[in-house]
């Protein structure tokens, strides 16, 4: 048990649509990190927030946009999903900004878009 | 493209034996961090060495990191039934982490 959960944990979306995904961090991390794991692939890395603020993105397009709450929860919503966007989302929380920090995973989301 | 490629892709190995998985990165990295994923489940932290260290051990875990070659090894001891899972190795420089594909190690009873 890592202290990290997410919410949902399955998901079937259309094509099209959108969707939110939740994250709730162990107290007191300041940082959020979010992943998108394709199926037999490593995460790869889509955005960190720090103290609200997005301090790092990964190779995905606008659509993929994240907010960090005061109470150690965060979002993350994909807008006009694509058939590709299918794959396991995880987010990960530490304690600084720095990626020198050990990050804490959730179980997270499997998202499927048909 | 992903920063740490993992070597071998799949490893079956018999409960008892020694598993060994490799890492290689392409740039500079502040640490480099390996970890543990059950069946598309979360991820589990196992061990983090930093650039500056060459060796590491937890338990029945042991690290090394060859920062001229730009590669890590990862040796599980003993391994256990329990040790199939996918290993990861994940790079670390800036803010980003970044992941490789994964070394999938099964150990038969």
């Known amino acids: 048990e890592t202290g990290v959960t997410q919410s949902p944990t399955h998901l079937i979306k259309t094509r099209g649509q959108q969707v939110t995904l939740r994250c709730s961090s162990q107290s007191g991390h300041n940082t959020v990190s979010w992943y998108q794991q394709a199926l037999g692939q490593g995460p790869q890395f889509i955005f960190q927030?720090?103290?609200?603020?997005?301090?790092g993105r990964g190779n995905f397009p606008p659509r993929f946009s994240g907010l960090q709450f005061p109470n150690y929860s965060s979002e993350l919503n994909v807008n006009a999903l694509e058939l590709d966007d299918s794959a396991l989302y995880l987010c990960?929380?530490?304690?600084?900004?720095?990626?020198?920090?050990?990050?804490?995973f959730g179980p997270g989301t499997r998202l499927t878009v048909l | 493209s992903q920063q740490g490629e993992e070597d071998p892709q799949a490893l079956s190995i018999q409960e008892g034996e020694n598993a060994t998985m490799n890492c290689s990165y392409k740039t500079s990295i502040n640490n480099l961090q390996w970890y543990r994923q059950n069946s598309g489940r979360g991820l589990v932290h196992l061990i983090l060495?930093?650039?500056?260290?060459r060796e590491k051990h937890s338990g029945r875990l042991r690290v090394t990191l060859d920062t001229s070659k730009k590669s890590s090894s990862l040796l599980i001891t003993a391994s256990r039934a329990a040790d199939t899972a996918s290993y990861f190795c994940a790079c670390t420089g800036g803010f980003k982490t970044i992941f490789g594909a994964g070394t999938r190690l099964f150990v038969k009873a």
């Open positions: 060495i930093r650039s500056n260290e």
């Open positions: 927030y720090y103290r609200e603020e997005e301090n």
């Open positions: 990960a929380s530490s304690e600084t900004e720095l990626a020198t920090d050990t990050q804490y």
